[in-house]
């Protein structure tokens, strides 16, 4: 009984987590700045996130059309039910809770994709997400 009562609580708390996704603006876009996609880079790497149709606000400030980076380092971007979530805290998967915009990061030689996905003051993607393309570097 107290497994199907815990069970019922987080299927309550996962409807109110979907329900309460932050919209984005239409003409929002996240990109790289820096590195250029196809560069060859020695590490550590320094790389710049930009932002255009929202601004930056660390996490746990909710503030309309404002968001906070998430990079994405060789792995795939999140999907359907994944999208109404809060993001989570693994390899791979570096959050910047803070606002900041930049970081710099080791990376082993071989070919590295990067890609920013903006989250919402719960680390939750806005609706629609609003992704960058993919950056594909090269370390030496």
Do not use: W
């Not at 815990?6 to 790289?32: E, H, N």
């Amino acid at each position: 009984m107290h497994r199907l009562i815990l069970a019922f609580c987080a299927l309550l708390l996962g409807m109110a987590a979907a329900a309460a996704q932050s919209p984005s603006t239409p003409d929002a876009k996240v990109y790289i700045i820096s590195p250029a996609d196809g560069a060859t880079v020695s590490s550590p790497v320094r790389v710049q996130f930009g932002l255009s149709g929202m601004g930056v606000a660390p996490a746990g400030i909710d503030k309309a059309r404002t968001g906070h980076h998430h990079l994405l380092i060789n792995r795939p971007l999140p999907s359907g039910e994944e999208l109404e979530y809060s993001l989570p805290a693994e390899d791979g998967l570096r959050h910047f809770g803070g606002g900041q915009t930049e970081v710099t990061i080791d990376l082993p030689k071989g070919t590295h994709r990067l890609r920013l996905l903006l989250g919402d003051h719960n680390h939750v993607p806005h609706v629609p997400p609003v992704v960058s393309d993919v950056v594909t570097i090269t370390g030496r």
